[in-house]
């Protein structure tokens, strides 16, 4: 269970006149402009004309506990957050390492586009010169296999034509058609 003690000296405010905060937000505001050296590098310096020391409590008293010497609490101020140094040297490192891999990785990718490039160009030069001596080669069979070349090729090689077919009679009934010899 979350207990919060709000201090005695605190205006309260009713139901109505509150914000959906509860007022803790304009409280808040209202503390820190009060206070000026809260802000950067500052924040921690004691403010000017304050010479005495900050009042000794006892161990087994709590903080913020009972009021100061002039009858107020004494005020918190929030010190500014520890500063971080990372070394530089190996985070610089590092991001070189990776702009240089990634050009490395760009010109190595870019030089096997190229080489890829002129492969793709010799073989689709090798393919129009095949599918050329292809279509050469199928109208040269065109040609060698139509009626009047092979008539005229026969008559080169002594050949005639046929005028009767003769037919021989098989043992077992086939009819075989021959043709009948050149005259």
Not at 106 to 125: C, G, P, Q, S, Y
């Amino acid at each position: 269970m979350n207990v919060t003690t709000l201090p005695a000296d605190r205006p309260r405010r009713t139901q109505q006149g509150a914000s959906r905060s509860g007022g803790r937000t304009t409280a808040h505001r209202a503390e820190q402009h009060d206070d000026a050296p809260t802000i950067g590098a500052t924040a921690l310096q004691p403010e000017r004309g304050t010479t005495e020391p900050a009042p000794q409590r006892k161990p087994d008293s709590r903080p913020d506990s009972r009021p100061g010497r002039d009858g107020q609490r004494p005020k918190l101020r929030v010190a500014p957050p520890a500063p971080v140094s990372a070394p530089r040297a190996p985070f610089v490192a590092l991001v070189l390492a990776l702009v240089l891999l990634g050009v490395i990785g760009i010109l190595v990718l870019n030089t096997r586009i190229a080489e890829n490039a002129f492969k793709l160009d010799a073989l689709r030069t090798k393919q129009s010169t095949l599918d050329r001596d292809e279509e050469r080669l199928r109208s040269d069979l065109a040609n060698k296999e139509s009626p009047v070349t092979l008539a005229s090729r026969a008559k080169q090689l002594g050949l005639v034509p046929s005028r009767t077919p003769a037919f021989l009679l098989l043992p077992d009934g086939t009819k075989l058609e021959m043709p009948g010899p050149g005259k």
